[in-house]
T-cell receptor, first 119, second 113 residues
Framework: GAVVSQHPSWVICKSGTSVKIECRSLDFQATTMFWYRQFPKQSLMLMATSNEGSKATYEQGVEKDKFLINHASLTLSTLTVTSAHPEDSSFYIC???????????????FGPGTRLTVL | GDSVTQMEGPVTLSEEAFLTINCTYTATGYPSLFWYVQYPGEGLQLLLKATKADDKGSNKGFEATYRKETTSFHLEKGSVQVSDSAVYFCALSVQGGSEKLVFGKGTKLTVNP
């Protein structure tokens, strides 16, 4: 099946620093990638949608200058949390959308997530 | 706007018990419906999906039927196992699976031996 990886799986950083999270589709080309944020015991909140080669579309209330998204290729998207603060601590999950031989139709495949802790 | 409401958890069952997790939705278009499962320490995995009314999605003994008349997509399994312990998310997508998903809040299931 389709595999999406994220790196790192967890990161701890100091307040004010920037953190980059990578999301890769390993065995298929992802025309669209999504970034979610998941708070403890809550659902996933969509942050932004990115299509390869174009600017990301951010959801209402998400600061695009703080959460920089780059989708430079069909297999890689990155999320950079700039000038991170403790309130940015969360679980960040990416998903990649695309057709595979097994799904037969557009489906989203999720990465394992990245736990960010800002001290 | 589009939304998904699923039953509050947590749900605790004994092994081999019958499982139902309710899910209802509100959508302006004709959504595709999904159930995702998140095992402890792992990312979300697609469990099953249905793309049109009266479709039944099934996988690993789980089933859910797309009911347009009741705007529901309840998840069922006849006999749960300890390994089914996870968080289950109901979700919809108005323009097919590769467009953005709207998730319910998730229901944590614990199955005891």
């Amino acid at each position: 099946g389709a595999v999406v990886s994220q790196h790192p799986s967890w990161v701890i950083c100091k307040s004010g620093t920037s953190v980059k999270i990578e999301c890769r589709s390993l065995d298929f080309q992802a025309t669209t990638m999504f970034w979610y944020r998941q708070f403890p015991k809550q659902s996933l909140m969509l942050m932004a949608t990115s299509n390869e080669g174009s600017k990301a579309t951010y959801e209402q209330g998400v600061e695009k200058d703080k959460f920089l998204i780059n989708h430079a290729s069909l297999t890689l998207s990155t999320l950079t949390v700039t000038s991170a603060h403790p309130e940015d601590s969360s679980f960040y999950i990416c998903s990649a959308g695309g057709s595979t031989a097994t799904s037969g139709a557009d489906t989203q495949y999720f990465g394992p997530g990245t736990r960010l802790t800002v001290l | 706007g589009d939304s998904v409401t699923q039953m509050e958890g947590p749900v605790t069952l004994s092994e081999e018990a019958f499982l139902t997790i309710n899910c209802t939705y509100t959508a302006t278009g004709y959504p595709s419906l999904f159930w995702y499962v998140q095992y402890p320490g792992e990312g979300l995995q697609l469990l099953l999906k249905a793309t049109k009314a009266d479709d039944k999605g099934s996988n690993k003994g789980f089933e859910a039927t797309y009911r347009k008349e009741t705007t529901s997509f309840h998840l069922e399994k006849g006999s749960v196992q300890v390994s089914d312990s996870a968080v289950y998310f109901c979700a919809l997508s108005v323009q097919g699976g590769s467009e953005k998903l709207v998730f319910g809040k998730g229901t944590k299931l614990t199955v005891n031996p």
